[in-house]
């Protein structure tokens, strides 16, 4: 199992520098960007990046507010001025789209379908001729990079099944190893990337940090994709998937993810500047066990 890291909700671009130049001081696989609803742009973010891991990674960049064509040609000219990018796309959710943005939320899985139609090709370098039911698309792009691995996020049967026809691998988060195992894996069969997101607490009171959490993360659960996922997993609360707990708790959590078939777990630590570095020196130490 591959282990990154990345940040949630970067205060700067400059926190976003240091923490992947921290991420390859510690010998970390990948280096993840993901896009907050009005925070920077992952990409550009990414393409700041000085030291870093040989891994850089969007988890994920949303389809409905970028033309499959733009993104395409923005993914392409990152991977070829630094290399080593993985891009992660999905649909993200009603309330940015629909309600922040004011663009139709209609049928995330059609929308997502035909978003990685059209992609897919055009960071092959492909010339694409599509008239569907959101795009009408006739073009290629004329530079050209090794393409990207593709992922895409899925927690729900019939995303899984596309991604596993369509896509590199997905991109997953407020699981747990369980519902890897019983839900993820079996759907998306093997040869795919399974990345999963890992946020952590390393705390000496796992009660009182998970009773905070489940207050400050239940909005998170009012998401439909998150409802139901948590739903299959018979859990209430996305605080239910962080891993909260001492030293040993983590360790024994990505031991668990691994066995379950992650391939790529993507550590976020919470908590202190202390807590969250400490944190990051034990996955260092499991990556070079594991290696």
């Known amino acids: 199992m591959r282990i990154g890291t990345g940040l949630i909700g970067p205060a700067t671009p400059a926190d976003v520098v240091e923490a992947a130049a921290d991420a390859a001081h510690r010998g970390l696989d990948s280096f993840w960007t993901n896009q907050n609803p009005g925070g920077w742009d992952p990409l550009t973010l990414l393409a700041t990046l000085g030291e870093r891991p040989p891994e850089i990674g969007t988890s994920i960049v949303a389809t409905y507010p970028r033309h499959p064509v733009t993104l395409a040609a923005e993914a392409v000219t990152l991977q070829a001025a630094t290399g080593g990018l993985t891009l992660g796309i999905g649909p993200s959710h009603a309330w940015y789209v629909r309600d ?133 997993a018979g859990l209430s609360n996305p605080a239910d998937t962080v891993v909260v707990g001492d030293e040993a708790t983590i360790l024994d959590a990505l031991a668990r993810f691994r066995d379950a078939g992650v391939t790529d777990a993507v550590v976020t630590p919470l908590g202190s500047a202390a807590d969250r570095a400490r944190t990051l020196d034990l996955v260092g130490a499991f990556t070079a066990t594991a290696g």
């Open 100 to 232: 922040q943005l004011g663009l139709p939320y209609t049928s995330p899985l059609r929308h997502t379908r035909e978003y990685l139609t059209v992609l897919r090709p055009l960071l092959r370098g492909e010339h694409v001729r599509h008239t569907g039911e959101f795009f009408t698309v006739d073009t290629e792009l004329s530079v050209s990079a090794p393409p990207p691995p593709l992922l895409m996020s899925a927690l729900g049967p019939r995303m899984l099944d596309l991604a596993r026809e369509l896509a590199d691998g997905v991109v997953t988060t407020w699981v747990t190893p369980e519902l890897i195992a019983e839900h993820v894996v079996p759907r998306v069969g093997p040869g795919l990337r399974v990345v999963a997101g890992v946020i952590t607490l390393l705390t000496t009171d796992p009660d009182a940090a998970r009773e905070a959490l489940a207050v400050d993360l239940a909005f998170v659960g009012d998401m439909p994709a998150y409802r139901a996922s948590l739903g299959r």
